[in-house]
Each structure stands twice: as C-alpha cells, then as structure tokens.
C-alpha cells in the first residue's frame, strides 16, 4: 500500500527564516511526486511535479528536491503570503494519487 | 476562466437524506475526480472518470454514487447521507491521468447531523 508522511505538521517561522517541509514516501514505481498549496477554504493549486531521485525545482521563495524515498519543499526567505497548507503526493503507475495529511505552514510578520 | 465549478459550497444534511454535489469544468478535461478532505487526514479519492460514460470507484466509494454524462459535468450523489459523510468535498480535472496536475475546485462543506 502507498502511503505519504508529511512532516513537520504545523510549522510557524518569522518572516525571512528559511526552513523545509519534509514528504516521506513509500510507492511501487512512482511515476511522479506532487506538491500542492491549499488556501483557508479553497482547493488545492499545483506547484511542482517531480519525476525522478535527483530532480529539483523552483519556483520565487520556493524549491522542491526529491530522493527515492522522499521530497523537501525548501522555503527560502518567506513572507506571510507563504502561509498556506502544503501538500504532497505520490502517483504509482495506476495513475492515482496518494496524499499526505499535509503541513500548516504560518509565517509571521 | 471559471476553471472548477462546484456548487453548493455549504450545506447541512440529516440523517438519511440525499443530495447532489455538483461539479462542472470548462477546460474541455477529459478525467474528473472526486476526493473527500477530513481534518487531519491525506485527501481520499471517491471516484473517477475518464471520460463520458466511464466513471470507475477510488479508494472511499460506499456512500456515493457518481456519474458523467457530458465532459464537463461530473456530479457526485450522497443516499442515505451519515455522519460519517461530514467531510469537505473536492472536485477535480485533469487533461489525462498520468503525470498530470490536477485543477480543483473551491470545495463543498458537507456536514451531515
């Protein structure tokens, strides 16, 4: 079975105090690994896709790196616009995605 | 762009009832998803469809039924509503299945009382 641990769950940083958000992962044949940021009442809104160990994308304040058995999302200098739920998740080759439980992400002025 | 439109965004059920959540999207998509959030927990596929006429069961189907008649629209019907189905709903779309982002939309909170 596939299964996706988000850590830490809740994480509160300072304006400007970069950290990272961990997605560990167990999968049979991962076709790509997902990150998703989910706003107070809305739905989620896609930010990377990742394929394979080694792999790495940015996006502004935002970098996500994967190995084989997990995915970072580094948040570099963020700003309180970052705050949002962030999640990952896991395709194996049926196509259908595993999320995990997700990271609270507030950052302070 | 309208994107994901789901309707209604709120609602309150009893026991027993029933009730359609409805779902439309303009993106000429061909797969349609449906995924419940609980506090706490990874969102949960329902079902699925990967085009008209084909819908196939995720990993949480008791409880609902579904169909896909057009492209766009992809409903999703609660019988029998229990509490267990309180739950924030999310309809999504995506052009194909594999390695594709998902677009979603805004959610429907259900509680069932």
């Known amino acids: 079975e596939d299964q996706v641990t988000q850590s830490p769950e809740a994480l509160r940083l300072q304006e400007g105090e970069s950290s990272s958000l961990n997605c560990s992962y167990t999968v049979s044949g991962l076709r790509g690994l997902f990150w998703y940021r989910q706003d107070p009442g809305k739905g989620p809104e896609f930010l990377f896709t990742l394929y394979s160990a080694g792999e790495e994308k940015e996006k502004e304040r935002l970098k996500a790196t994967l190995t084989k058995k997990e995915s970072f999302l580094h948040i570099t200098a963020p700003k309180p616009e970052d705050s949002a739920t962030y999640l990952c998740?896991?395709?194996?080759?049926?196509?259908?995605?595993?999320f995990g439980q997700g990271t609270i992400l507030t950052v302070h002025p | 762009n309208a994107g994901v439109t789901q309707t209604p965004k709120f609602r309150i059920l009893k026991i027993g009832q029933s009730m359609t959540l409805q779902c439309t999207q303009d993106m000429n998509h061909n797969y349609m998803y449906w995924y419940r959030q609980d506090p706490g927990m990874g969102l949960k596929l329902i079902y699925y469809s990967v085009g008209a006429g084909i819908t196939d069961k995720g990993e949480v189907p008791n409880g609902y039924n579904v169909s896909r008649s057009t492209t766009e629209d992809f409903p999703l019907r609660l019988e029998l509503a229990a509490p267990s189905q309180t739950s924030v709903y999310f309809c999504?779309?995506?052009?194909?299945?594999?390695?594709?982002?998902?677009?979603f939309g805004s959610g429907t909170q259900l509680s069932v009382l």
């Open positions: 999504a779309s995506s052009y194909g299945h594999l390695n594709e982002k998902l677009f």
């Open positions: 998740a896991v395709q194996p080759p049926d196509g259908k995605l595993t």
